[in-house]
């Protein structure tokens, strides 16, 4: 069974930092894309980040590039969400998703088999 955990999130202040993690498990971590997405109140989910499984190819919102950075450690089997300058438009829940195995990495939440709970990120002004 595929569990997706994501942790780290918090309250901070404008122009702060957070780094979200997310561990998953019954998988096989380093033959799957993983992805980054956030969903704040009243509006649809939204791709922030993703990395490949092959080459770690990244991918990247313009509304978080140069600001978010994501990374992976195959070795604990977690993928990274570093956030700098954080925005109060970047508050959201966040989410952490799994692609299908040899899939590449992608901005579609529809490409994305396995999610977790999400973990809120509140930026204050």
């Known amino acids: 069974q595929v569990h997706v955990v994501e942790s780290g999130g918090g309250l901070v202040q404008a122009g702060g930092s957070l780094r979200l993690s997310c561990a998953a498990s019954?998988?096989?971590?380093?033959?799957?894309?993983m992805g980054w997405f956030r969903q704040a109140p009243g509006k649809e989910r939204e791709f922030v980040a993703a990395?490949?499984?092959?080459?770690?190819?990244?991918y990247y919102a313009d509304s978080v590039k140069g600001r978010f950075t994501i990374s992976r450690d195959n070795v604990k089997n977690t993928v990274y969400l570093q956030m700098n300058t954080l925005k109060p438009e970047d508050t959201a829940v966040y989410y952490c998703?799994?692609?299908?195995?040899?899939?590449?990495?992608?901005?579609?939440?529809?490409?994305?088999?396995?999610w977790g709970q999400g973990t809120q990120v509140t930026v204050s002004s």
């Open positions: 019954g998988l096989t971590f380093s033959a799957t894309s």
């Open positions: 990395i490949g499984w092959k080459v770690a190819m990244t």
């Open positions: 998703a799994a692609g299908r195995s040899f899939s590449g990495a992608s901005r579609l939440s529809t490409d994305y088999a396995y």
